[in-house]
């Protein structure tokens, strides 16, 4: 089993910025992908930015040169850090894992960002 933990949302002017954090625990050395992904009201859940235990990480179009994923192995935690945000971003933002035991995929509670002025 695995829990995610998300923190760091909240509300901010367009053009600001804020990061999110994802805390990973329980059986973490099995994690082979973590990401992030935003449902906005009334849209379907899509994909925002990934990260894999290589190393290699992948953004949306819709974010990338504007949001960028991170992890910090020692704590466990992988980060969202998103700049010039947009009206648009508003949403509401999961933190997802995926372990190599049998693909079980993990989900956090998600944490609401809005971009408003």
């Known amino acids: 089993q695995v829990q995610l933990v998300e923190s760091g949302g909240g509300l901010v002017q367009p053009g600001g910025s804020l990061r999110l954090s994802c805390a990973a625990s329980?059986?973490?050395?099995?994690?082979?992908?973590m990401g992030w992904y935003r449902q906005a009201p009334g849209k379907a859940r899509e994909s925002v930015a990934n990260i894999f235990s290589s190393g290699n990480s992948n953004h949306a179009d819709s974010v990338k040169g504007r949001f960028t994923i991170s992890r910090d192995n020692a704590k466990n935690t992988v980060y969202l850090q998103m700049n010039s945000l947009k009206p648009e971003d508003t949403a509401v933002y999961y933190c997802?894992?995926?372990?190599?035991?049998?693909?079980?995929?993990?989900w956090g509670q998600g944490t609401q960002v809005t971009v408003s002025s």
């Open positions: 329980g059986s973490i050395h099995s994690l082979y992908v």
């Open positions: 997802m894992a995926v372990s190599t035991i049998g693909g079980a995929q993990y």
